[in-house]
T-cell receptor, first 116, second 113 residues
Framework: DQQVKQNSPSLSVQEGRISILNCDYT??????FLWYKKYPAEGPTFLISISSIKDKNEDGRFTVFLNKSAKHLSLHIVPSQPGDSAVYFC???????????????FGKGTKLSVKP | DAGITQSPRHKVTETGTPVTLRCHQTENHRYMYWYRQDPGHGLRLIHYSYGVKDTDKGEVSDGYSVSRSKTEDFLLTLESATSSQTSVYFCAIMGQGASNEQFFGPGTRLTVL
């Protein structure tokens, strides 16, 4: 049972335009959401996060939007650059219990290609 | 750079042999995690640790064991490797605080023939 879903395996965008990556979740207990970027042969790198008490978080070219009623979040990259080409993972976390603080559940990823 | 190293970076082994992967951190973080990444599956949690000698199972723990005898090292052992354990393995750490941000190592590519 997939609790975090990224339904688009790939996305192709022209340089300078907006990239929108989507993520849906099923568990209403999730209270923190994160986006990671991954280049081939490297570990994932943290990009941006959002708490469930907010509906938007912005960091430079990256903005994450959270719609709790729809259980949907999206990552906007504006303007897109060729260096943004990577696989993007959405992840979610539940409130900690016992030693499980920080346990993340990841989506399957979306491969973004930004064409010059 | 979160100060995480993984060793070995690449390993080829045969079915039935034991394999140990090592994750080493220099940041003194309490929480450490082992994930595997497979095509079509994203990242899946194998085991995690919330302190020295404190570990617990994740989503795909069957066939794996872990140990953490010191803060800086988190070992993942495949007691008897199988071809289904061919994967890329990532270690991650998380510091104190409420942000849930994990920082990942460079990964170990394991092939079980």
């Amino acid at each position: 049972d997939q609790q975090v879903k990224q339904n688009s395996p790939s996305l192709s965008v022209q340089e300078g335009r907006i990239s929108i990556l989507n993520c849906d979740y099923t568990n209403s207990m999730f209270d923190y959401f994160l986006w990671y970027k991954k280049y081939p042969a490297e570990g994932p790198t943290f990009l941006i996060s959002i708490s469930s008490i907010k509906d938007k978080n912005e960091d430079g070219r990256f903005t994450v939007f959270l719609n709790k009623s729809a259980k949907h979040l999206s990552l906007h990259i504006v303007p897109s650059q060729p260096g943004d080409s990577a696989v993007y993972f959405c992840a979610a976390a539940k409130p900690a219990y016992g030693g499980s603080q920080g346990n993340l559940i990841f989506g399957k990823g979306t491969k973004l290609s930004v064409k010059p | 750079d979160a100060g995480i190293t993984q060793s070995p970076r690449h390993k080829v082994t045969e079915t039935g042999t034991p394999v140990t992967l090592r994750c080493h951190q220099t940041e003194n973080h309490r929480y450490m995690y082992w994930y595997r990444q497979d095509p079509g599956h994203g990242l899946r949690l194998i085991h995690y640790s919330y302190g020295v000698k404190d570990t617990d199972k994740g989503e795909v723990s069957d066939g794996y064991s872990v140990s953490r005898s010191k803060t800086e090292d988190f070992l993942l052992t495949l007691e008897s490797a199988t071809s289904s354990q061919t994967s890329v393995y990532f270690c991650a750490i998380m510091g104190q605080g409420a942000s849930n941000e994990q920082f990942f190592g460079p990964g170990t590519r394991l092939t079980v023939l």
